[in-house]
């Protein structure tokens, strides 16, 4: 037996028959669950030896330096023995393989921070590396990292032509920005404001996690930068309320700062404009890089305007707004169109524990700009076919590599340029210009890499936009890349190998779009049992917020324990997005050798 996952357009999967006496229907309801995804097998005899295949693209962490992955190979005792791992068993059951791309010509500076590896292959940006058969298995999370820090600003640019049969006969590119480290480079002043949402429905642990995360980002002021703080819901309470300028980061005022964070409190409504517009008005008189750094749980009526009035704003004067939204209730696209508008950051968290980490990273990602105002020259591509992610392009800080992905056409012979021009502007005031050359990316699947970046840019313009034709594309590209999102769902079905190979063609030649009128059909002949036989198994639990439920004041730490882990197993996969899954049952050979 076969069991496959795919990803669908959500209105297909509204139109599923719901017969009662459907069984394969009456499952119970998809719990949000972050990061978690559950695939059922029913009917599993005892002994009856299963193979797993699980294939995901995973953002990796970047941290003094370094980008790394962490993969959940953590087993608990009660499903692995102690003696298991002591007497080196666990060695043959769990391997782990590695293979390093960096895109860079250099050789690779690899760490594994608790596991041995093995270097098995090396060449100038390429490794490969294994865990050892034998010897100690660490029971622990198992984490892998590159460096790409030096001594000055490095960029490579990696292209790759369309596979053989692709049905999007665009091209794709990678630009990747890689910036000095710490002791190499001179940062930028900032001038800061802090937005801290204290609306009701931040009572409890979302309040208590949002200040620390505040005081956190006021502890990595430098004694060069400035900032202003203000607490906010339907009214804004400033600190030191009768001075409306921008203060020097001293150690005493820092401190004097984080007290009062300490003592704010959760009431009242949301209003996001009036305490931007407010912040634009301090930040006026700025002397560094303006910075806006905004935490919200709440969802407001006014969001298109709220970007358009951020766009609207001279470039000169414009501050870097970085958004952070907590919980389901806030629209994440529109906070993610407003920081892409104005080259800010964006993160969330849909667990309370993710507040004050999510923050911590992205405060730490913006600590150190090198180099602001970036642009990226590219010539001799027809007019107008060229998509790039995201644009504009945010600032380069020590602690944030920036990863500029995008499509460019070759319909009519058209090729991408030798090389291309990275601009931007110095902390002295000094113009900033590098050649890059274009490199071929053989080895490196572009297309999939950053299909994720790209269609959450898309959603959220789509949005803005309002443009059903963006939509669509996003939902097309969702589906044929086999990532869900906001606007698709994945569905488990047993099916044959045949079959499930004739729909993934089918979908690889661009005809299972709701449009074609292929969909339903396509899955009904894979699918045992037709349509009944399909089941929802995994659905995006973010989106585009809850207005009601914020002018409502709904607690969003109520929302987190429906969020939670899985009993006593607790996977935090962190921010993934799950491509097709195929679970064969059937014959796996050695398991020892799976990796």
Same mark, same amino acid.
């Given at each position: 037996?076969?069991?496959?996952?795919?990803?669908?357009?959500?209105?297909?999967?509204?139109?599923?028959?719901k017969s009662?006496?459907?069984?394969?229907?009456?499952?119970?309801?998809?719990?949000?669950?972050?990061?978690?995804?559950?695939?059922?097998?029913p009917?599993?005899?005892?002994k009856?030896?299963?193979?797993?295949?699980?294939?995901?693209?995973?953002?990796?962490?970047?941290?003094?330096?370094?980008?790394?992955?962490?993969?959940?190979?953590?087993?608990?005792?009660?499903?692995?023995?102690?003696k298991?791992?002591?007497?080196g068993?666990?060695?043959?059951?769990?391997?782990?393989?590695?293979?390093?791309?960096?895109?860079?010509?250099?050789?690779?500076?690899?760490?594994?921070v608790?596991h041995?590896?093995?270097?098995?292959?090396?060449?100038?940006?390429?490794?490969?590396?294994?865990?050892?058969?034998?010897?100690?298995?660490?029971?622990?999370?198992?984490?892998?990292?590159?460096?790409?820090?030096?001594?000055?600003?490095?960029?490579?640019?990696?292209?790759?032509?369309?596979?053989?049969?692709?049905?999007?006969?665009?091209?794709?590119?990678?630009?990747?920005?890689?910036?000095?480290?710490?002791?190499y480079a001179?940062?930028?002043?900032?001038?800061?404001? !802090? /937005?801290?949402?204290? &609306?009701?429905?931040?009572? *409890?642990?979302?309040? @208590?996690?949002? %200040? +620390?995360?505040?005081?956190?980002?006021?502890?990595?002021?430098?004694?060069?930068?400035?900032?202003?703080?203000?607490?906010y819901?339907?009214?804004q309470?400033?600190?030191?309320?009768?001075?409306?300028?921008?203060?020097?980061?001293?150690?005493?005022?820092?401190?004097?700062?984080?007290?009062?964070?300490?003592?704010?409190?959760?009431?009242?409504?949301?209003?996001?404009?009036?305490p931007?517009?407010?912040?634009?008005?301090?930040?006026?008189?700025?002397?560094?890089?303006?910075?806006?750094?905004?935490?919200?749980?709440?969802?407001?009526?006014?969001?298109?305007?709220?970007?358009?009035?951020?766009?609207?704003?001279?470039?000169?004067?414009?501050?870097?707004?970085?958004?952070?939204?907590?919980?389901?209730?806030?629209?994440?696209? !529109? /906070?993610?169109?407003? &920081?892409?508008?104005?080259? *800010?950051?964006?993160? @969330?968290?849909? %667990? +309370?524990?993710?507040?004050?980490?999510?923050?911590?990273?992205?405060?730490?990602?913006?600590?150190?700009?090198?180099?602001?105002?970036?642009?990226?020259?590219?010539?001799?591509?027809?007019?107008?076919?060229?998509?790039?992610?995201?644009?504009?392009?945010?600032?380069?800080?020590?602690?944030?590599?920036?990863l500029?992905?995008?499509?460019?056409?070759?319909?009519?012979?058209?090729?991408?340029?030798?090389?291309?021009?990275?601009?931007?502007?110095?902390?002295s005031?000094?113009?900033?210009?590098?050649?890059?050359?274009?490199?071929?990316?053989a080895?490196?699947?572009?297309?999939k890499?950053?299909?994720?970046?790209?269609?959450?840019?898309?959603?959220?313009?789509?949005?803005?936009?309002q443009?059903?034709?963006l939509?669509?594309?996003?939902?097309?590209?969702s589906?044929?890349?086999g990532?869900?999102?906001?606007?698709?769902?994945?569905?488990?079905y047993?099916?044959?190998?045949?079959?499930?190979?004739?729909?993934k063609?089918?979908?690889?030649?661009?005809?299972?779009?709701?449009?074609?009128?292929?969909?339903?059909?396509?899955?009904?002949?894979?699918?045992?049992?037709?349509?009944?036989?399909?089941?929802?198994?995994?659905?995006?639990?973010?989106?585009?917020?809850?207005?009601?439920?914020?002018?409502?004041?709904?607690?969003?730490?109520?929302?987190?324990?429906?969020?939670?882990?899985?009993?006593?197993?607790?996977f935090?996969?962190?921010?993934?997005?799950?491509?097709?899954?195929?679970?064969?049952?059937?014959?796996?050979?050695?398991?020892?050798?799976?990796?």
């Amino acid at each position: 037996r076969m069991f496959a996952s795919f990803v669908i357009d959500k209105t297909e999967a509204e139109e599923f028959p719901k017969s009662k006496n459907n069984k394969q229907n009456k499952q119970p309801s998809i719990q949000p669950k972050p990061g978690l995804f559950t695939t059922p097998i029913p009917q599993v005899k005892l002994k009856t030896e299963l193979h797993v295949e699980a294939s995901w693209f995973q953002p990796m962490t970047f941290y003094e330096g370094y980008f790394f992955l962490a993969l959940p190979t953590f087993l608990t005792c009660k499903i692995v023995a102690n003696k298991m791992m002591t007497q080196g068993i666990m060695s043959d059951l769990v391997r782990v393989y590695a293979t390093i791309n960096t895109g860079v010509p250099f050789a690779v500076k690899y760490t594994s921070v608790v596991h041995n590896m093995e270097c098995k292959k090396q060449a100038a940006g390429h490794v490969q590396l294994e865990t050892p058969r034998v010897g100690f298995w660490n029971n622990t999370m198992f984490q892998v990292g590159y460096e790409v820090w030096g001594a000055a600003i490095v960029a490579s640019l990696n292209v790759q032509l369309p596979p053989p049969g692709s049905v999007d006969l665009r091209g794709t590119f990678c630009l990747s920005i890689n910036p000095p480290s710490p002791g190499y480079a001179q940062p930028f002043a900032r001038s800061v404001v !802090f /937005l801290l949402d204290c &609306s009701g429905s931040m009572t *409890g642990e979302p309040m @208590k996690f949002a %200040k +620390a995360a505040v005081q956190f980002g006021l502890s990595q002021l430098n004694p060069y930068d400035e900032f202003a703080l203000i607490a906010y819901h339907d009214q804004q309470f400033v600190f030191q309320e009768g001075n409306r300028t921008l203060l020097h980061a001293n150690t005493q005022t820092v401190l004097n700062a984080q007290n009062w964070v300490s003592q704010v409190t959760a009431g009242g409504l949301t209003d996001i404009l009036s305490p931007l517009q407010n912040s634009v008005n301090i930040l006026a008189q700025a002397k560094g890089l303006r910075y806006i750094f905004l935490i919200t749980d709440g969802a407001v009526k006014d969001e298109r305007e709220i970007v358009q009035w951020a766009a609207s704003i001279p470039v000169e004067a414009a501050p870097r707004i970085s958004t952070f939204g907590i919980g389901p209730y806030c629209n994440h696209f !529109f /906070l993610k169109q407003l &920081s892409v508008t104005t080259r *800010g950051l964006n993160d @969330k968290a849909l %667990k +309370a524990s993710e507040i004050n980490t999510g923050m911590v990273k992205m405060l730490t990602a913006a600590a150190k700009p090198v180099l602001s105002h970036v642009e990226v020259g590219i010539s001799g591509l027809p007019p107008g076919t060229l998509e790039m992610f995201p644009f504009p392009i945010p600032d380069l800080s020590c602690g944030s590599p920036i990863l500029v992905s995008g499509k460019f056409s070759t319909l009519g012979g058209a090729q991408f340029p030798p090389w291309v021009i990275l601009r931007g502007r110095l902390p002295s005031g000094q113009p900033f210009e590098q050649q890059v050359h274009t490199t071929a990316a053989a080895s490196i699947p572009l297309d999939k890499i950053f299909v994720k970046h790209q269609l959450d840019m898309m959603i959220a313009k789509s949005w803005l936009d309002q443009s059903d034709a963006l939509r669509q594309s996003a939902i097309f590209m969702s589906v044929r890349e086999g990532v869900a999102c906001a606007l698709t769902c994945t569905v488990m079905y047993q099916t044959t190998p045949e079959k499930h190979q004739q729909l993934k063609e089918a979908r690889n030649k661009g005809e299972l779009s709701k449009g074609s009128g292929l969909s339903s059909k396509a899955l009904a002949v894979a699918a045992v049992g037709g349509l009944g036989g399909l089941a929802i198994v995994s659905a995006v639990v973010w989106g585009f917020g809850d207005i009601g439920a914020s002018i409502s004041n709904l607690n969003v730490g109520d929302t987190f324990s429906s969020m939670g882990g899985l009993g006593d197993i607790d996977f935090d996969f962190g921010d993934l997005s799950f491509p097709d899954l195929d679970v064969d049952v059937g014959d796996c050979g050695d398991c020892g050798d799976c990796g």
